[in-house]
């Protein structure tokens, strides 16, 4: 059983040193938590299934940052700053030490660097694929939240980054992609296997923000919920998109690739709307954090759903719906 | 698809009611949470996979009440009051409406009696078995935390209620145990299908213990764990243990089963240490707040693991080792 460590073992082996003060060493079931003073806490949670949201084969250390990452995204999209993850973990019978290993260096790093330590979790086994959970705490002053639903009509409506990376390079995880440059290849497949969490303008969304929500099943599907939920709507000139070089080489190369990269899930970019009057402040706060932010629309009065058009105002013809992970 | 709703309609349909106010009616990807002002919290996390912490064919609502009732038992372990939880289900292909809405009932159910609301999740498939997670935050005032290594030379050792009646359940629904009176027999698998969580006795641990654990892998176990990351030992005399007239039925017809209640998972019963000085205060609070605490030992200096001993002093027979969800 050298290789194979039961629980208690595996979680001081390969856990432990990632724990902050609240995880009590992992020597608890629980964590203790002091939260800031005057702060609110934002909680986010999602799964990650292997074969669903992740290739059972990937690198165990990507599975790990990504489970993360996602969270971390939620938080960013809400201006908050990390707090701490508990990390419930499904093991499949065939995990090796290497593998956690792997896993555990790839959390831990992330952790690090994203200053959200460890606090607690769950190690099971399962009969079924690898399964995580990661449930993510983080901190906002009150008053700042950015909810999903708190568009207003005249608001300035912007996304981060770039769009359809991830889309993109899934299609080529696939087999399914065309031929593009080893850089732009590698790229894109590095995108759809590391999303970015855009903490860095966690502080400009606070301040300035009306709302935000992160990409996880489409810009098109995100927008669409998020201007709903909002109660207002919007035009989206389509050609505004921001598309990295690579997503650009690909969609070159197969136009129809184009509503895919709209479309297609995992982005991990967020979308951000600000009171036209806080637009520039908003601009020159994600320069200072090093975030690209792309202004795409604004925001009107209205309950129909948004219309997507293109560079004559037509409307843009998609090819297929929103990812779902669901 | 009128009873398959997608992810969006199934949230809004069958989660939505349950949440409190923190979970912005299910509509935003994260909670708001205001902590209450000068309270730790408490956060824990257990994962649930059918076939391994449950069967498949168990009732939803069962499953659901268990699911949050394991975490809420590690709150009260910790002297915590409930503030909401967080649900991670990954379901597999075959669930139906009438699943989900037995789900989601039992859910509800038990949210209202335990005053924990629903303030967050994700819903995702799954291509093996159905998995929960839940990740609960409890608060507790500062200083009144009962660690599980919070043991103390001198500290009297308790239990609350009956111990292995659990694992007696889960024998009879294995087919594996005595013939038993009706009543007694569905008593035991009553305690394996659903815990209770001694959330009751949560104010007295606040103030009165030193330590506190829930048992979930075995009384055995479980103390064995709870001493030595305490730095101390004990002698359990193992005729102490309480039984439910409906366990101790068993073991008269089964004097093997007394190892299994003894060592056996799933009670989520509450191991509690006290001061001596505060043993008295603390079984006057237990008996107003109407939860069943009994002494089972005294813990002294000592690196050693535990005895466990008969009523004559000798070393007890064990049949087999604790139970490990892992």
Same mark, same amino acid.
């Given at each position: 059983?050298?290789?194979?460590?039961?629980?208690?073992?595996?979680?001081?082996?390969?856990?432990?040193?990632? =724990?902050?003060?609240?995880?009590?060493? +992992?020597?608890?079931?629980?964590?203790?938590?002091?939260?800031?003073?005057?702060?609110?806490?934002?909680?986010?949670?999602?799964?990650?299934?292997?074969?669903?949201?992740?290739?059972?084969?990937?690198?165990?250390?990507?599975?790990?940052?990504? =489970?993360?990452?996602?969270?971390?995204?939620? &938080?960013?999209?809400?201006?908050? /700053?990390?707090?701490?993850?508990?990390?419930?973990?499904? &093991?499949?019978?065939?995990?090796?030490?290497?593998? &956690?290993?792997?896993?555990?260096?790839?959390?831990?790093?992330? =952790?690090? #660097?994203?200053?959200?330590?460890?606090?607690?979790?769950?190690?099971?086994?399962?009969?079924?694929?690898?399964?995580?959970?990661?449930? #993510?705490?983080?901190?906002?002053?009150?008053?700042?939240?950015?909810?999903?639903?708190?568009?207003?009509?005249?608001?300035?409506?912007?996304?981060?980054?770039?769009?359809?990376?991830? #889309? +993109?390079?899934?299609?080529? %995880?696939?087999?399914?992609?065309?031929?593009?440059?080893?850089?732009?290849?590698?790229?894109?497949?590095?995108?759809?296997?590391?999303?970015?969490?855009?903490?860095? +303008?966690?502080?400009?969304?606070?301040?300035?923000?009306?709302?935000?929500?992160?990409?996880?099943?489409?810009?098109?599907?995100?927008?669409?919920?998020?201007? %709903?939920?909002?109660?207002?709507?919007?035009?989206?000139?389509?050609?505004?998109?921001?598309?990295?070089?690579?997503?650009?080489?690909?969609?070159?190369?197969?136009?129809?690739?184009?509503?895919?990269?709209?479309?297609?899930?995992?982005?991990? !970019?967020?979308? $951000?709307?600000?009171?036209?009057?806080?637009?520039?402040?908003?601009? #020159?706060?994600?320069? !200072?954090?090093? $975030?690209?932010?792309?202004?795409?629309? /604004?925001?009107?009065?209205?309950?129909?759903?948004?219309?997507?058009?293109?560079?004559?105002?037509?409307?843009?013809?998609?090819? %297929?719906?929103?990812?779902?992970?669901?």
């Amino acid at each position: 059983m050298t290789d194979r460590p039961g629980e208690d073992e595996l979680i001081a082996r390969y856990f432990a040193p990632l =724990a902050g003060p609240a995880g009590l060493g +992992l020597k608890d079931d629980v964590a203790l938590l002091k939260p800031p003073a005057g702060r609110d806490l934002v909680v986010t949670t999602d799964a990650l299934v292997a074969g669903v949201h992740f290739f059972a084969d990937d690198p165990p250390g990507a599975i790990a940052r990504k =489970a993360l990452r996602v969270n971390l995204s939620d &938080l960013a999209a809400k201006g908050a /700053e990390p707090i701490g993850f508990a990390l419930n973990l499904a &093991l499949p019978g065939d995990w090796t030490a290497d593998w &956690l290993a792997g896993f555990a260096a790839g959390l831990g790093d992330d =952790a690090a #660097a994203y200053r959200c330590p460890l606090i607690g979790g769950d190690t099971v086994r399962t009969p079924g694929p690898l399964t995580l959970a990661i449930t #993510a705490i983080g901190a906002v002053e009150p008053g700042r939240f950015a909810a999903r639903g708190g568009v207003r009509s005249g608001d300035r409506l912007y996304v981060t980054g770039t769009v359809g990376d991830s #889309a +993109l390079g899934l299609r080529l %995880r696939l087999g399914q992609g065309p031929a593009l440059a080893d850089a732009d290849r590698l790229q894109l497949l590095d995108r759809y296997l590391l999303p970015q969490p855009r903490l860095a +303008l966690a502080p400009a969304i606070a301040r300035f923000a009306s709302a935000g929500m992160d990409i996880s099943d489409g810009f098109v599907g995100d927008l669409t919920k998020m201007l %709903r939920v909002s109660g207002v709507t919007a035009t989206i000139e389509m050609s505004r998109l921001p598309l990295s070089p690579a997503a650009s080489a690909a969609i070159g190369a197969d136009p129809s690739l184009f509503p895919v990269a709209a479309s297609g899930g995992d982005d991990y !970019e967020l979308i $951000v709307a600000t009171p036209a009057s806080a637009a520039a402040a908003f601009e #020159a706060a994600a320069a !200072e954090a090093g $975030v690209a932010v792309t202004p795409i629309g /604004e925001a009107v009065a209205g309950a129909a759903a948004p219309r997507f058009v293109d560079h004559e105002g037509r409307p843009f013809k998609f090819g %297929r719906g929103s990812f779902s992970h669901f």
